[in-house]
T-cell receptor, first 115, second 115 residues
């Protein structure tokens, strides 16, 4: 099983600035996957980006990129050119081993984008 | 394409009452999951079903039962609700091998209050 740690309970960022949300993971498995989800105030979980342990390149999805550093066991989310609509809770999550036994989540980071 | 659907969206119970939360997915995924989210926390896994006909306990299974009715449907039952089960419940589904493991999609959630 994975252990996921998010150390930033909250962040305030000016609109249009880039944002980095931290996530570290801990697993002894060679095969694992890492996710980032966005949870707006309406409550739904929105998938943002995925990185597999064997993926050679960092994942990117539009304005989202994942800064994957295996040696440091970190999987930070980078949001370029932040927008007011990016204000939300952000969760890092991961699976390890077989992968079919669910995700382990971090406690989340509350991101507030200021105009 | 509905994705993952959950019913009901809101529910208020009295201590000791029972209820079943319903979940269905139309993505032909093998694996399905039930999570709960408490205030200020990430999601925690209650039960999962890696394939039709199998179910397994997650991190917080006490007080819950599940049924994998068929490949599409996975229900969560509270036999005797307790105030500690007040939470938001999310159902999710995923593939179980290869690139399908990067598909972890969530339903909209059920907000349950136990008085």
């Amino acid at each position: 099983a994975q252990k996921i740690t998010q150390t930033q309970p909250g962040m305030f960022v000016q609109e249009k600035e880039a944002v980095t949300l931290d996530c570290t993971y801990d697993t002894s498995d060679q095969s694992y996957g890492l996710f980032w989800y966005k949870q707006p105030s309406s409550g739904e979980m929105i998938f943002l980006i995925y990185q597999g342990s064997y993926d050679e390149q960092n994942a990117t999805e539009g304005r989202y990129s994942l800064n994957f550093q295996k040696a440091r066991k970190s999987a930070n989310l980078v949001i370029s050119a932040s927008q007011l609509g990016d204000s939300a809770m952000y969760f890092c999550a991961g699976w390890s081993g077989g992968g079919a036994d669910g995700l382990t989540f971090g406690k989340g980071t509350h991101l507030i984008i200021q105009p | 394409n509905a994705g993952v659907t959950q019913t009901p969206k809101f529910q208020v119970l009295k201590t000791g009452q029972s209820m079943t939360l319903q979940c269905a997915q139309d993505m032909n995924h093998n694996s399905m999951y039930w999570y709960r989210q408490d205030p200020g926390m990430g999601l925690r896994l209650i039960y999962y079903s890696a394939s039709e006909g199998t179910t397994d306990k997650g991190e917080v299974p006490n007080g819950y039962n599940v049924s994998r009715l068929n490949k599409r449907e996975f229900s969560l039952r509270l036999e005797s609700a307790a105030p500690s089960q007040t939470s938001v419940y999310f159902c999710a589904s995923s593939g179980t091998s290869g690139r399908a493991l990067n598909e972890q999609f969530f339903g909209p959630g059920t907000r349950l209050t136990v008085l």
